[in-house]
């Protein structure tokens, strides 16, 4: 819990922050949980590559995926345990086309665990 009576960023306390433009950083309760976040177009076939995507390959399947269709709010979009690969995550649900938000949280590949 805060103490301070003067909140304060990040990025006076580690000058790398601001030079990437970050005021602060996301926490976790513990190590070795990180965040990815994609919005993207449902593809055809719901697979989403994360190389494809800018996106860091997990280190194991146990992550959770969130998403949000922005189109069409009855279709919204799921992703199976069975789904769930490190280096890919199959969509299903929304139609072809449909603008998805995607929130993968969990240990990416090379990273700390706890």
């Known amino acids: 819990m805060a103490t301070g009576a003067m909140p304060k960023d990040l ?3 580690i000058p ?3 030079d990437q433009g970050m005021k602060n950083l996301v926490g976790s309760p513990a190590r070795g949980i990180s965040m990815q976040y994609l919005q993207k177009a449902m593809p055809a076939g719901g697979v989403i590559v994360f190389a494809d ?3 860091e390959n997990m280190a ?3 992550y959770g995926v969130f ?3 922005h189109t ?7 992703c199976a345990n069975a789904a769930r690969l490190t280096t890919q995550i199959t969509i299903t649900g929304p139609t072809a086309a449909d603008v998805l938000d995607i929130v ?3 240990q990416v590949d090379g990273q700390l665990g706890a």
């Not at 069409?72 to 799921?78: F, N, R, S």
């Open 60 to 62: 194991n399947a146990t």
């Open 72 to 78: 069409d709010e009855t279709k919204q979009g799921t």
């Open 67 to 69: 998403i949000h269709n």
């Open 11 to 13: 990025q006076d306390h």
């Open 16 to 18: 790398v922050l601001a």
């Open 104 to 106: 993968i949280v969990g």
């Open 53 to 55: 995507e800018g996106l």
